[in-house]
């Protein structure tokens, strides 16, 4: 393995505490509208529980933040005994324009923490050598995973060149279509690894079928090329030749059987006569065609010796092909044996695609504690999914043989020490994509709305607390609040029938007016969604700045926001002793 190149971090331990004291104290005034949970916010009078506004000034003031964004020069005066726009002696919300500019400049954009993935992979140094296949994933999947794909692969590719290893573990595959890129792409060895078998299988199936697309691709590339060569050598050698001798017969066929070239590249000599075009193609590429007799005429010892040919030849396809994509089952945590699971394992980088919950800081876990990896790119997802060690609903539950650390959420000592907290609600919240609810996509009000008013329902006619069973995605399958409230009563397993349409359509008449109420809280939620992810990303990154063999470490925006919201990933390296 070649020697590691240092890459001087772009933050210190210091200003990362000092970004997480900010993002923590911005946090302990706002976190509590996070939390309130949307289904209650009419049984709970969550409007006027928060607000000393209209709802109308909150969403006036979200579209005026959309706007002066492209005019950061503008600020909004702060008034006197306010703290981030709530008042310091009601901690009601007086003034919404001060609380957005505070979660615009509290988001990780905003506290300028991140690099860019065209600085890291300038960080990284020059790429050298051929990437391999030229790549048309398009075909194969949507928009949003094609950008994914392809600019992780990239990133993940100049790690493992810059670490000088060729090895690569995606945790959480899923489909696969990350490391059928890294593989087929770029020439790596990729193992993905997915809890699912029924993943594991299609992922399979899928890289078969993009190795095959590969093999085509490269393959019209290859005659084109040929093509494109022995047009070349043809112009040639007419040079040399004088013109009086060549007679326009013999140019028009020659020109004929140039157009006539097979796509499969290669060329049958079916004429006695040697064409000029023929003699400039390379011997390779001249073949003559043998006739193949169907299998009901063959011979015993001529089928033997075929069936021996075709074995001997997937054998050698096998030997001599490095790139492999190998698919497996496994359940991961941070105490996974990777070798267990992978017998010809050596220096690898570890990777993982929107892993959800627990796995994403499981996987910076299992990087920090396993000498054979040598570089991490992680980006998380689900952050509801999460586990966080001083969640006061889970302490009941949780094993008392647990240990401090083992959780999801906090991960670094720094955040273990304040015993930090979010909570479900939260990170719900921080799954929010504020970019496209600014451009008027990613919410359905009205069936939040729809939710609301059926708690109302259920808490004043049928006296109901709580169920283990869940309404679910009833809304995109109904026509109106009536039919939903029906559909939903008959999910929950409960008698409707002393209600009468005319009783259900009266709630949702009571309560339409106050939707503003809702959708302009739901709208600060969005807006405080950067700076909760933001909390649980500086807490990764605060983790592996915490490791001593780290030299670099950082976030960096990998994707674009509008295509992929959870546009950020975790990523380290190890240090020079710690390589091969």
């Not at 607000?51 to 002066?68: C, G, I, K, R, T």
């Not at 992979?121 to 391999?132: H, I, M, P, S, V």
């Not at 995606?170 to 990350?178: A, E, I, R, T």
């Not at 969640?391 to 650390?405: I, L």
Request: a negative charge.
């Amino acid at each position: 393995y070649k020697a590691f190149i240092m890459i001087p971090s772009s933050i210190t331990l210091p200003e990362i505490h000092r970004r997480i004291d900010e993002v923590k104290r911005f946090l302990s005034i706002t976190l509590s509208i996070a939390n309130a949970h949307t289904v209650e916010f009419y049984t709970h009078d969550v409007w006027n529980r928060f607000m000393a506004v209209d709802p109308q000034e909150v969403l006036h003031a979200f579209s005026a933040s959309n706007d002066q964004q492209m005019a950061p020069e503008h600020h909004i005066k702060v008034k006197s005994g306010t703290t981030f726009g709530f008042c310091n002696d009601t901690n009601l919300l007086v003034d919404p324009r001060e609380l957005l500019q505070a979660a615009t400049a509290h988001s990780l954009p905003g506290l300028g923490i991140c690099m860019s993935r065209e600085e890291l992979l300038l960080a990284l140094g020059e790429k050298t050598g051929d990437t391999g296949a030229e790549w048309v994933p398009d075909e194969f999947m949507n928009s949003k995973k094609s950008h994914e794909v392809q600019s992780m692969s990239e990133v993940v590719a100049r790690l493992a060149q810059h670490c000088g290893v060729k090895q690569v573990i995606d945790v959480g595959s899923g489909k696969g279509y990350l490391s059928s890129s890294l593989s087929l792409r770029y020439g790596l060895q990729v193992y993905g690894i997915d809890s699912s078998s029924t993943n594991t299988h299609g992922a399979q199936e899928r890289n078969r079928k993009l190795k095959k697309f590969s093999r085509a691709y490269q393959k019209r590339n290859e005659v084109a090329r040929a093509q494109s060569d022995a047009a070349q050598t043809r112009q040639q050698e007419t040079t040399r030749i004088n013109p009086e001798e060549v007679s326009q017969d013999h140019k028009e066929g020659a020109q004929s059987q140039e157009e006539e070239m097979p796509t499969s590249g290669l060329v049958a000599a079916n004429s006695g006569r040697e064409d000029l075009f023929l003699r400039a193609l390379s011997e390779d590429l001249v073949q003559t065609a043998t006739p193949r007799l169907p299998p009901s005429q063959l011979s015993a010892d001529e089928k033997e010796r075929r069936k021996r040919e075709n074995l001997e030849r997937k054998a050698h396809n096998r030997a001599t092909s490095s790139p492999i994509f190998a698919p497996l089952t496994s359940h991961v945590t941070a105490e996974t044996e990777l070798g267990e699971l992978i017998q010809e394992l050596e220096k690898a980088v570890m990777v993982g695609l929107h892993t959800c919950g627990d796995l994403a800081p499981s996987t910076l876990r299992m990087f920090v504690a396993k000498a054979e990896l040598a570089a991490v790119c992680s980006v998380g997802c689900c952050y509801h999914l999460l586990s966080e060690q001083f969640d006061p609903s889970a302490q009941g539950n949780r094993d008392s043989s647990d240990t401090q650390g083992a959780c999801g959420f906090p991960l670094s000592q720094y955040l273990l020490q304040r015993s930090c907290f979010c909570g479900r609600n939260a990170r719900m919240s921080a799954c929010l994509a504020l970019e496209r609810v600014s451009l008027g996509q990613g919410i359905q009000m009205e069936s939040l709305f729809f939710r609301a008013v059926l708690h109302v329902i259920l808490k004043e006619r049928l006296g109901f607390v709580r169920s283990e069973k869940r309404v679910g995605n009833v809304y995109s399958k109904t026509k109106s609040f009536v039919d939903y409230v029906r559909r939903a009563l008959s999910r929950l397993e409960l008698d409707g029938s002393k209600l009468s349409d005319d009783d259900i359509q009266g709630y949702h008449d009571a309560y339409a007016p106050r939707m503003d109420e809702m959708h302009a809280f739901n709208m600060l939620k969005v807006a405080l969604a950067p700076c909760i992810e933001g909390l649980i990303l500086l807490d990764r990154l605060c983790y592996l700045k915490e490791q001593e063999h780290l030299p670099f470490c950082a976030l960096v925006q990998l994707f674009n926001p509008l295509l992929s919201p959870r546009c950020y990933a975790v990523v380290g390296l190890k240090g020079q002793d710690h390589q091969v």
